[in-house]
Nanobody, 121 residues
Framework: QVQLLESGGGLVQAGGSLRLSCAASGLTLSNYNMGWFRQAPGKEREFVAGLTWSGSMTSYADFAEVRFTISRDIAKNTVTLQMNSLKPEDTAVYYC??????????????WGQGTQVTVSS
């Protein structure tokens, strides 16, 4: 049974940082492309960042480029999203995804429950 458990969300002031973690069980990260998505109130879920199964390539949405970094720890079977210089428009529920189609950004079938990120101005 695959489970993705996100943590690390919270309330932060604009300009601050947060580090989101996604602990995976029931799958091995080195076999899956992994991604982070987010969904703000009243908006569709959107791609944030992706990482290939090999760990050799990363991709980011334009708004995440430079400010966000996706990485993984194979030993801990964990994927991390480091978010810096946060803006109020980054406020959303952030979701971890396994099985991402790396080039098309189409999400895979495995999702975490999400973690809330709120950025105050």
């Amino acid at each position: 049974q695959v489970q993705l458990l996100e943590s690390g969300g919270g309330l932060v002031q604009a300009g601050g940082s947060l580090r989101l973690s996604c602990a995976a069980s029931g799958l091995t990260l080195s076999n899956y492309n992994m991604g982070w998505f987010r969904q703000a109130p009243g908006k569709e879920r959107e791609f944030v960042a992706g990482l290939t199964w090999s760990g050799s390539m990363t991709s980011y949405a334009d708004f995440a480029e430079v400010r966000f970094t996706i990485s993984r720890d194979i030993a801990k079977n964990t994927v991390t999203l480091q978010m810096n210089s946060l803006k109020p428009e980054d406020t959303a529920v952030y979701y971890c995804n396994a099985g991402l189609m790396y080039y098309t950004k189409v999400p895979g079938k495995y999702w975490g429950q999400g973690t809330q990120v709120t950025v105050s101005s």
